[in-house]
């Protein structure tokens, strides 16, 4: 008898039901470890839990919601399915790390071959993948307004994420595979990535968008390598997240604890992976009509709340595709930009790992204002990890902007998932990528 579908298959019934009320545990002992805030949260989660789990017996599955089917595809598979064409392609680092890479040469309406279309590249942020630019419908995603403007658009993922967590030599169950941070992702993925596309499309330059790490991975990158800042035509930065001193997102909480213990509670390997029991809550719990008020929580606990400006009806593709997983090396690092309230390279723990990585004892800092690339901005008034205190502190360091535009009621996920995101950012963004083009 088989208990769960997940991406690698299914699981026996005896351990889903194990993982399931395991998981129920969980949620009546998380409250002692939260805020108080976040206590009537896990408080509804486990009621929902036991509801799941007595439903059966309760005739409670009469409830059921149709799933979207996305909720059960990967990138391509999205893709294909709202019927535009797409290439996949793995992107090797120089330190031997393989990317999914994934591309929408044209959208609908556009013909097939036309002069090379302008390349218009996409990175989203910490603990997700290439899916946030796609998981909304075509005429809400990034990715597809922009191949329907007739624009090559590539989709970014960065190391240990689902769908780029491979080697060439370093297995992934190896500490050894995920000790990577913010730098290697700067140092490595982004321009490995930057020349892939270089390499098939034949073009020189691309227009690049970043949302939330994807912004602070650019500015790093864009302001310590003159070669590749010079292949990026526009840098289109979503919520921009470089200095932290005013977020009051929960993961500052990682700045209150030393790097043993963080790697007492979390270990030294992989953080927030998305599990097959992560994937049955976001099909069997948030694809119900009752249970949107409490996923919909879930999804906002990090970035501020804006249920309004969201599909509430495709919360069950929204959080399949969450979290996609990063390193705890990454978290370590956040939670030392969080203490020392500055860009700044990883601190090793000690002066002969420093040495080795950074040739001094003390990890260097990234001088942003070195970064000439011209940059459109946009930040939300009701976010809380890129805070618009740290907004004001970033806007005078960027030496070419060339647009900037707070809009109000914005949270950290309503950049990529918000409904009214064309009216508020996109049309913008594709208007100052025509006008560049023009001159």
């Known amino acids: 008898m088989v208990g769960i579908s997940s991406r690698g298959g299914y699981l026996p019934a005896e351990t889903f039901e194990r993982q399931r009320s395991d998981f129920c545990l969980f949620t009546f002992f998380q409250p002692f470890l939260c805020d108080t805030g976040q206590l009537q949260m896990w408080q509804l989660l486990a009621a929902a839990c036991w509801m799941l789990l007595l ?22 598979e999205i893709i294909s399915y709202w019927g535009y064409p797409y290439e996949q392609y793995d992107t090797v680092t120089k330190d031997g790390y393989i990317l999914g890479t994934y591309r929408i040469p044209y959208g609908r309406g ?3 071959k036309t002069v090379p279309k302008p390349i218009v590249y996409l990175q989203h942020g910490l603990a997700a993948s290439a899916c946030d630019w796609i998981c909304n419908l075509p005429n809400n995603s990034l990715a597809f307004l922009l191949a329907d403007n007739c624009y090559d658009v590539w989709l970014g993922n960065s190391r240990g994420n689902t ?3 491979k080697h060439l030599k370093l297995s992934p169950k190896s500490p050894e595979f995920w000790a990577f941070s913010l730098d290697e992702l700067a140092k490595y993925d982004l321009p490995a990535t930057i020349d892939l596309i270089i390499q098939k499309t034949g073009q020189e330059q691309l227009f690049y968008v970043g949302h939330s790490q994807g912004t602070t991975i650019a500015f790093m990158a864009f302001s310590t390598n003159p070669d590749l800042a010079k292949r990026i035509k526009i840098f289109f930065a979503l919520a921009p997240v470089v200095t932290v001193k005013y977020t009051q997102t929960p993961l500052k909480k990682f700045s209150k604890f030393s790097r043993q213990a963080i790697k007492a509670l979390f270990g030294d390997k992989m953080f927030s992976p998305h599990t097959p029991f992560d994937h049955f809550v976001a099909t069997k719990v948030c694809s ?19 249920v309004r400006n969201l599909n509430m009806s495709r919360l069950d593709v929204y959080m399949s595709q969450k979290p996609a997983g ?7 690092h956040w939670g030392q930009i969080f203490n020392a309230d500055q860009l700044q390279a ?7 790992q420093n040495m080795m990585h950074f040739h001094q004892i003390t990890p260097p800092l990234y001088n942003i204002t070195k970064m000439e690339v011209p940059t459109a901005i946009w930040s939300g008034g009701q976010d809380i990890v890129a805070d618009p205190k740290d907004m004001e502190n970033l806007l005078p360091k960027v030496a070419n902007l060339i647009y900037y535009k707070v809009i109000p009621h914005y949270n950290h996920m309503d950049f990529y998932l918000g409904q009214d995101g064309y009216q508020e950012i996109y049309q913008d963004l594709i208007r100052l990528i025509k006008d560049c083009l023009q001159n």
Do not use: H
Not at 288 to 306: A, E, H, N, W
Not at 346 to 352: H, Y
């Open 55 to 76: 439903g059966p017996t309760c005739a409670y599955d009469k409830t059921r919601s149709s799933i979207n089917p996305e909720a059960n595809m990967n990138i391509s």
């Open 288 to 306: 119900k009509k009752i249970f949107y008020p409490i996923c919909s929580k879930f999804l906002f606990t990090l970035v501020g709340f804006d």
């Open 346 to 352: 990883f601190d090793w723990g000690n002066l002969d």
């Open 326 to 332: 990063t390193s705890v090396q990454t978290m370590m």
């Open 110 to 112: 556009c013909p097939e």
């Open 163 to 165: 769908w780029s967590r």
